[in-house]
């Protein structure tokens, strides 16, 4: 039996899965104590053993594609969606720095504030209960988890070395409005990729499964099937 992993990003947890659980039976994965994502793509696979379909939003696509290229026999189909595969540039740990010390700094409502609306489509952020329950996930973290996620994304290895080797079945999901990971990464990827196909989410920005929850859903649903 194939199991469904749904694994979320940074900052993340169940919350941007909710949609997605109601319509596909499917385990969530715990990304909180790990500082490392190849680390977090090893422990998903030794605690989820069998065949899997995975899919992961943002950080968490790129611990999915880690957990493709280590384990390509068990990993059955691949859904990524809002993510990209450049490694690290030269500007980001700075800027990675300044929002992880504004967090000890100041608490992880200021950081709430600054990070969460530029992740919404400017449409979506006077959708108060949207805003609200993505504001309330993120203050269910700590600075240092916070701290550990960011380390993993500075940390991480260079996935288009790699993405032209995972031959499975591949869905690439995107918010049109994605400023933080773009629909051009996602055309980039497609490039790479032998069997994907990409999707792109009208009236959505980088948390397209909970913008646009029907329309993410039925992507995953039909494509998990």
């Known amino acids: 039996m194939t ?4 694994i979320p990003g940074l900052l993340c947890d169940r919350f941007v899965w909710e949609p997605v659980l109601t319509r596909l039976p499917a385990e969530v994965a715990d990304l909180s104590t790990q500082d490392n994502l190849t680390v977090m793509a090893q422990d998903l696979l030794a605690r989820t053993p069998g065949p899997l379909n995975v899919a992961g939003h943002s950080m968490g ?3 999915a594609m880690e957990m493709a290229r ?12 809002d993510t990209g595969i450049h490694p690290l540039r030269p500007d980001e740990p700075p800027k990675r720095a300044a929002i992880v010390k504004l967090a000890y700094d100041e608490g992880m409502q200021a950081l709430a504030d600054r990070w969460l609306p530029p992740m919404v489509a400017e449409e979506n952020q006077s959708n108060a209960a949207l805003m609200a329950g993505l504001r ?3 203050l269910r973290k700590t600075p240092d988890l916070h701290a550990r996620q960011i380390k993993a994304l500075v940390d991480r290895p260079d996935a288009s070395a790699y993405l032209a080797q995972i031959t499975c079945p591949t869905l690439l999901v995107v918010g049109r409005d994605d400023q933080w990971s773009p629909v051009n990464q996602h055309q980039e990827m497609l490039a790479l990729l032998p069997n994907a196909r990409l999707e792109i989410v009208d009236h959505a920005g980088h948390f397209a499964p909970v913008e646009q929850p029907e329309a993410v859903t039925g992507l995953l649903a039909d494509f998990f099937g």
């Open 70 to 81: 280590l384990a390509p026999d068990r990993v059955v189909k691949l859904a990524l969606l």
């Open 61 to 63: 696509a790129r611990v």
């Open 136 to 138: 309330a996930m993120v």
């Open 3 to 6: 199991t469904t992993l749904l």
